[in-house]
């Protein structure tokens, strides 16, 4: 799995928070994009899972020899961000069961265990969203965002509301996702600077 | 299309489950037709069987229906946006899995508004209807004709601020040829008029299901997507 950027620009009316970026990544390759607040990380996090369109510019997934769209890529994509809320009202088995249906995954009550096993939510599937924590609503939206192993995952402030135990996971995770493909990582945490093999660091829009 | 068929159902399924832990839409549907039942009963009374009367009675019912409606079945979309959950949707589900989804999601929620809509003005209003099968089958056709407009503008007004204003603006052009149809034949069929009078009525319908339906489902991802 390759993604390239050429000349990406994004703006929000005269604003130009994003201006003629281009970047190469390649499978197991991390990039952390960094930068204050407004300066355009979440934006780029969204240009890259097709929710926003740039102004001008390309972007491309290639997987096996195939080129995708942001947006027909997004099942080879898992995106993970304070702005993805999942549905409280139900439990966080039925959600994963849900995407899992509309997604076109075979899924059963032990892969629903199983991921949620993964992100430390074990034995609270059962539990309604809305009685989850901050930091366990975080573990749900990873065990989202792994459903049926994304080959680039997309992680805009991947610790927030995390405890230690919490982020020392996510950081496993980022590790694992090396095997499968690119990870990007927006965030401003010194702890998750080191894990990049490439930090980009955003400017303020002009 | 197996996928489409199982990500609709999915949807469906979904909204069926979060509006029976929620009744975000269910209480405000079932309050204001009985709302709109108790305030025609009471300040108008049983109007008889007259030709001028059964206009009335048609006339009521449907507006009732109507703004009972559009108090409702915008909130599928609404609600996504408002919860922020579209975005989640978004990235996992075929937009057209999304418009069947919701679209059946309202057909489910009119089906039960027009049942509890025509029993109360039934008792209170003491409507008769002369030919029941004409009835039921304008009050489908003219439910799934009001669904099939008015879910595709759901979606358009879902992320605007000034939602249900938006809605009743954009929905009343498309409603008006359905309206006037549906009351005109559910006249004929509380009249108690033959099949044969009503047949122009469901065909005008059907030919407003068939081209609503097809736009809407090519507009839609367009709509979801931007």
């Given at each position: 799995m390759h993604l390239a950027l050429q000349s990406v620009a994004a703006n929000y009316g005269p604003r130009h928070v994003i201006y003629d970026l281009s970047l190469d990544l390649q499978q197991g390759e991390i990039l952390v994009v960094s930068g204050r607040n407004g300066s355009g990380k979440s934006t780029l996090l969204r240009l890259l899972c097709g929710l926003q369109q740039p102004s001008s510019g390309q972007i491309r997934y290639t997987h096996q020899e195939r080129a995708y769209t942001p947006q027909a890529a997004r099942h080879l994509l898992g995106w993970v961000s304070p702005d993805l809320m999942l549905y409280r009202e139900l439990t966080a088995s039925e959600n994963l069961h849900f995407f899992?249906?509309?997604?076109?995954l075979p899924w059963s009550t032990?892969?629903?265990?199983?991921l949620l096993d993964r992100v430390e939510l074990a034995g609270r599937g059962h539990d309604l969203v809305s009685s989850y924590s901050s930091g366990?609503?975080?573990r749900l939206r990873y065990a989202y965002a792994l459903q049926g192993q994304p080959l680039v995952l997309l992680l805009d402030e991947?610790?927030?509301?995390?405890?230690?135990?919490?982020?020392?996971?996510?950081?496993?995770?980022?590790?694992?996702q090396r095997q499968h493909g690119p990870v990007v990582v927006a965030t401003n945490d010194p702890r998750e600077l080191a894990l990049g093999d490439y930090v980009l660091q955003l400017q303020p829009p002009r | 299309m197996k996928l489409l068929f199982q990500a609709t159902w999915a949807v469906l399924r979904k909204d069926l489950r979060s509006e029976l832990r929620t009744r975000y839409a269910?209480?405000?549907?079932?309050?204001?037709?009985?709302?709109?039942?108790t305030a025609v009963s009471l300040g108008v009374g049983p109007l008889g069987s007259g030709s001028i009367a059964v206009s009335v009675q048609a006339a009521l019912l449907w507006v009732a229906l109507l703004f009972?409606?559009?108090?409702?079945?915008?909130?599928?979309?609404?609600?996504?946006?408002?919860?922020?959950t579209s975005l989640a949707l978004r990235l996992t589900a075929p937009p057209l899995a999304v418009y069947l989804g919701k679209l059946l999601f309202n057909l489910v929620l009119l089906a039960l508004l027009d049942l509890?809509?025509?029993?109360?003005?039934?008792?209170?209003?003491r409507v008769s209807i002369g030919n029941i099968g004409l009835f039921i089958a304008l009050l489908l056709l003219g439910s799934v004709s009001l669904v099939t407009a008015t879910t595709l503008i759901a979606a358009i007004i879902a992320r605007a601020s000034f939602k249900s204003g938006l809605f009743a603006v954009l929905a009343f052009p498309l409603l008006v040829p359905v309206l006037v149809v549906v009351i005109q034949g559910t006249a004929l069929a509380l009249r108690g008029d033959p099949w044969s009078a009503g047949l122009p009525m469901l065909q005008l319908l059907l030919a407003y299901i068939v081209v609503t339906f097809v736009a809407s489902s090519m507009l839609f991802p367009v709509v979801w997507e931007a």
């Open positions: 899992a249906r509309v997604r076109g032990a892969d629903s265990a199983a366990m609503t975080q991947p610790t927030v509301t995390l405890d230690e135990q919490g982020m020392a996971l996510v950081h496993r995770i980022i590790e694992q | 269910l209480n405000a549907l079932l309050l204001f037709a009985v709302s709109a039942a009972a409606a559009l108090n409702g079945l915008a909130r599928s979309f609404v609600q996504e946006e408002e919860r922020r509890v809509t025509t029993l109360l003005f039934l008792v209170f209003v």
